[in-house]
């Protein structure tokens, strides 16, 4: 499909879409379900609804098939049953519908030879009619500025991510979870089996498209390792690659295996390709969310020594172990800042000094941020965490006053000097704790500050971050030499 | 206080409590928090506020001094500045009160010669009077079984769980996390500076008190060795010690010396201490309250393999990963299940093996009890796994059927067979979400369930648990082998 790699926008931007095979029953996955959510999210464009059955279905009509449409669609979204998509494709042929998804399951990746065949059948309708197609086995492309949210939290929110998966679920989950977060996607799609079009197409696409500045990747199987390499090492240089690599192990290759019918590489190989480019890499859904906020929302951090801002003594000491055993320093600030810190920091019940363990810092934003400042001005503070208190049955404050607009603008007034994250750790087992916890942490995300729910999460994204820019840099000073 | 050590018991089941500085003005933290907490909790017993200028306190006379009580009581919480505790300690040796508890910090901790002098001070004291002290810089005792919760959620419950601690915040958050979670707390304690009685002398009672079943450690600093180890050693063998070590790192040392004033000790030592004698390490609050509610509630696994119940294909992929990187098996069927299993799984959008992906597990309990047996009757599956759907607004679910009473009930049918444990994942930044996922998760845990919040978390957890278990078998078949 080499040809064809950079004619993959009209997936995103689809005006006219034909949902082929809409049950009439409103309950269950599938086609039935797309259009429910494409009308929830007020799809600005015209539905199409293929059904023999019906003449109507939730106010528009529906057709026997494509041949009868009025028009031809930018988009068909094929849920009918494995064995009547390749007459769907072949009809597609005619009509001159080039752009199709196929959500169906039921190919390759259950194992029988009629799957393999039909899957065959797949690839050879495409070659020969020149058709375009995400799947089969997949939730397809996803693009919140165009109102393509088939699936998918509503509403979708425009933003500079970029998302490739082979996986529906996963896909579906990293999305959701950064609108939650006030992050949100550009395009985003499922390949599932990749028969025609697969993650790399997507990702050189993605990779040329001006609108994505971050790209989250999960990949399971390695078709054509050496495409990837060339691929990633490029686009890594001018955004990062956020990549989860499922199928690690050798159990996890034979799940992936019978989940989207491809063959697992080599974890080995994979470990080499991902050292070599300088993909950040990634091992759970918390990780991967948690790198794209920090590369969406922060400059790059000056060194790799953090300024812990604490919550309790006992917190302040593993906060400090977390954030070295992930990779960063914690170092001590220098004697002019010690000076100033002891001249304001309480000496009972507070710990001047990196961390810093002051009750001041979470309800004076003045004074908050004049601690920010203090720390700008020392270089080997490259970061800053805020472990953010909450209230808790078990501490002793009824509810602590909301400064959080105020800190917010604290933090935003020094933006672009050093990268500034919150800790909000609302786990505990309470309900409303973690309810509490959630909200708080979405309010800095909208308001353009990265929130954790824990100090080692935060500490993680960090060091993505800050290894990511270092390299580049490297890469950077080497070119400058070379180019003496 | 070698002979006093076997004497603790009296902390933790006072009838009269005097709180020696009551402020008149309810806001704030100190002996009127105690006050307040203890109050709220109706503590059965008697409360005597000591405060010179009061004549009232929250309904309660109050008392110039300890020396005006009407009887001598059995715990003084001691709530005054740090200058004025070494003159209430010596009333207490003159009046016969031989439990105290120190709330109060500004001794060792905060670096100065008068907070070292002060402590000196306390630890004089104490031995020429006999005093029992508890801290200074600390929580002090806690025990829901006798009303005793001046800090701590309320209400309390009792349960298998002792706590020791270096830090009052972390105690607190343990004990308020059991709690959410269904697990009730025997006994614990925040000991401070430890300057007369420190944690080895709390773990040497828990470890003889027959109502505790699980020992939750949190210490920073080493004072005594080889007390330490041969504690550790024998205790370990009885009851599970779960260890969190504050300080690891030399940045989290040096503020944990500001913290609780002791010196930190090497990191290489306390790894060769942990590892001798098989105590299990924990290096975060989740990991800690995750590998409690393992020990409180889980048989022992007969062996490292797990069988795990998917949600969805690319989540039964990372699961795989996830649990092979955290040391279990993921250990393929035998022929004869794989055979059952087909039968069932439908062929198309699940998967029929380890991890199996089936959605008739999370709707029908019955079909899942019938699982869980062909489960139990694999040797190789030492455990199981089940990552537990929830219905999300990315999924096209609205809502699933509430089967969790059902499902509760088909495991406990089969309790002491083999460790279940459920994932409830509610990650993904939406507040209605975490809360809904903190409410599924503790029904669970109150249903003698442990239930976790990633697939990551309930592996490490069961890793801990295969671990100390089998550690015991080998340390039994040894003596065994020696017997002879």
């Known amino acids: 499909m080499a040809s064809m790699r950079n004619d993959l926008e009209p997936f995103f931007k689809p005006r006219h879409i034909a949902i082929v095979g809409v049950t009439r029953s409103e309950s269950g996955f599938g086609g039935m379900s797309f259009l429910q959510k494409l009308q929830e999210a007020s799809f600005p464009g015209t539905l199409y609804c293929i059904n023999p059955k019906a003449t109507e279905i939730r106010g528009l009509p529906a057709y026997p098939n494509l041949s009868s449409l009025p028009l031809v669609p930018d988009l068909a979204m094929v849920c009918v049953a494995a064995a009547h998509v390749p007459a769907v494709l072949e009809e597609c042929g005619r009509i001159g519908i080039r752009y199709i998804h196929i959500l169906t399951s039921g190919f390759k990746e259950i194992g029988t030879e009629q799957g393999r065949q039909l899957e065959e059948q797949i690839a050879f309708i495409a070659k020969e009619k020149g058709l375009l197609i995400i799947g089969p086995n997949c939730m397809g492309p996803y693009c919140p500025a165009s109102g393509l949210t088939a699936w998918g939290a509503i509403p979708g929110a425009p933003g500079p991510l970029g998302v490739i998966s082979e996986s529906g679920s996963i896909t579906q989950r990293l999305t959701e979870y950064a609108y939650s977060l006030g992050i949100g996607t550009d395009k985003a799609v499922s390949v599932g089996n990749g028969t025609v079009l697969n993650s790399l197409d997507f990702l050189e696409f993605m990779g040329q498209d001006e609108g994505i500045r971050v790209i989250a990747l999960y990949i399971e199987s390695m078709r054509d390792g050496r495409r990837f390499f060339d691929l990633v090492r490029g686009i890594n240089k001018r955004k990062p690659i956020i990549a989860w690599k499922g199928g690690k192990t050798e159990v996890g290759a034979?799940?992936?295996?019978?989940?989207?019918?491809?063959?697992?590489?080599?974890?080995?190989?994979?470990?080499?390709?991902?050292?070599?480019?300088?993909?950040?890499?990634?091992?759970?859904?918390?990780?991967?969310?948690?790198?794209?906020?920090?590369?969406?929302?922060?400059?790059?951090?000056?060194?790799?020594?953090?300024?812990?801002?604490?919550?309790?003594?006992?917190?302040?000491?593993?906060?400090?172990?977390?954030?070295?055993?992930?990779?960063?320093?914690?170092?001590?600030?220098?004697?002019?800042?010690?000076?100033?810190?002891?001249?304001?920091?309480?000496?009972?019940?507070?710990?001047?000094?990196?961390?810093?363990?002051?009750?001041?810092?979470?309800?004076?934003?003045?004074?908050?941020?004049?601690?920010?400042?203090?720390?700008?001005?020392?270089?080997?503070?490259?970061?800053?965490?805020?472990?953010?208190?909450?209230?808790?049955?078990?501490?002793?404050?009824?509810?602590?006053?909301?400064?959080?607009?105020?800190?917010?603008?604290?933090?935003?007034?020094?933006?672009?000097?050093?990268?500034?994250?919150?800790?909000?750790?609302?786990?505990?087992?309470?309900?409303?704790?973690?309810?509490?916890?959630?909200?708080?942490?979405?309010?800095?995300?909208?308001?353009?500050?990265?929130?954790?729910?824990?100090?080692?999460?935060?500490?993680?994204?960090?060091?993505?971050?800050?290894?990511?820019?270092?390299?580049?840099?490297?890469?950077?000073?080497?070119?400058?030499?070379?180019?003496?």
């Open 254 to 484: 034979r799940t992936a295996t019978s989940h989207t019918g491809g063959m697992a590489g080599e974890q080995m190989i994979w470990e080499a390709v991902f050292r070599q480019t300088g993909v950040i890499q990634v091992s759970s859904l918390d990780e991967w969310m948690d790198a794209v906020s920090a590369f969406a929302l922060l400059p790059p951090p000056g060194s790799r020594g953090v300024f812990l801002i604490g919550g309790g003594g006992g917190t302040s000491v593993v906060s400090s172990d977390t954030c070295i055993h992930e990779g960063l320093d914690v170092p001590s600030p220098s004697s002019a800042t010690m000076k100033k810190l002891r001249e304001t920091v309480p000496a009972v019940g507070s710990i001047a000094g990196n961390p810093l363990d002051d009750w001041q810092t979470f309800v004076n934003p003045a004074y908050f941020g004049a601690i920010l400042d203090l720390v700008c001005r020392e270089p080997a503070m490259g970061m800053v965490i805020v472990s953010r208190l909450i209230s808790r049955k078990a501490f002793h404050t009824s509810s602590l006053p909301d400064s959080i607009p105020e800190t917010i603008e604290q933090v935003k007034q020094r933006e672009n000097r050093k990268p500034v994250v919150f800790v909000v750790d609302s786990e505990g087992g309470d309900p409303e704790l973690a309810a509490q916890g959630a909200s708080l942490r979405a309010e800095f995300g909208r308001g353009g500050i990265p929130a954790y729910p824990s100090v080692k999460r935060a500490a993680r994204a960090l060091i993505h971050l800050y290894r990511y820019y270092k390299r580049l840099d490297q890469i950077n000073i080497l070119r400058v030499i070379q180019e003496r």
